[in-house]
């Protein structure tokens, strides 16, 4: 196993557009976070599954984000009409267990909106 | 409500010389402790963690922590620095029966030839 793999690494979209981004767990692992970083920031919680169970969203994931984790496995997180404020980098990580000390990281995919 | 405070946004240091990365952290209930590195245009690498036992901790890389509960810190060592060390690094917690880690604003280290 390589790891929490992200697609893409790269997507510069229009303001308006709708983007969804890709986050494929390490296999094993029954629970997966989404977090987004802007420049010169330290990531923010957005939202977490276990298994197929979306348990927690912040305040920060508005009605414009959703987030699904069908079976289980991989997740998608879509951003619809977007906003150049949406502009960040999107990290998903993935733990096994129910602590999330033990997440690992994906190498994220960094949203451009112009 | 919890809190993580980098107290430096940035650090050059010349290669070979010692570091300290400071970090701070407020909360009611008990925490874990954490650092992450973050190279350019890559996700979060741990470094090492503060659970529970030892309050020094050894990660990664060379590098390692301690823990003091009373100055609520968690302090980011390293005894001789390389120049792959240039990096962001992020202090993060998460307290007890939480499902997410905080994040402090991170130190950019630069290690200088």
């Known amino acids: 196993d390589t790891g929490v793999s992200q697609n893409p690494r790269h997507k510069i979209t229009k303001r308006g557009q709708n983007v969804t981004f890709r986050c494929d767990p390490i296999?094993?692992?029954?629970?997966l976070y989404w977090y987004r970083q802007t420049l010169g920031q330290g990531p923010e919680f957005l939202t977490y599954?276990?298994?197929?169970?979306?348990?927690?969203k912040s305040r920060l994931l508005s009605d414009r984000f959703s987030a699904e984790r069908p079976k289980g496995s991989f997740s998608t997180l879509e951003i619809q009409r977007t906003e150049q404020g949406d502009s960040a980098m999107y990290l998903c990580?993935?733990?096994?267990?129910?602590?999330?000390?033990?997440?690992?990281f994906g190498q994220g995919t960094r949203l451009t909106v112009v | 409500a919890q809190s993580v405070t980098q107290l430096d946004s940035q650090v050059p240091v010349f290669e070979e010389a010692p570091v300290e990365l400071r970090c701070n952290y407020s909360s009611s209930v008990s925490v874990y402790l954490f650092w992450y590195v973050q190279y350019p245009n890559q996700g979060l690498q741990l470094l090492l963690k503060y659970l529970s036992g030892s309050t020094l901790v050894k990660g990664i890389n060379g590098f390692e922590a301690e823990f003091n509960k009373s100055q609520t810190s968690f302090h980011l060592r390293k005894p001789s620095v390389h120049i792959s060390d240039t990096a962001e690094y992020f202090c993060a917690v998460n307290t007890a029966g939480a499902n997410n880690l905080f994040f402090g604003t991170g130190t950019r280290l630069t290690v200088i030839p």
């Open positions: 296999s094993e692992h029954n629970r």
């Open positions: 990580a993935s733990s096994f267990g129910r602590r999330v000390a033990e997440a690992f």
């Open positions: 599954f276990q298994n197929e169970a979306q348990l927690e």
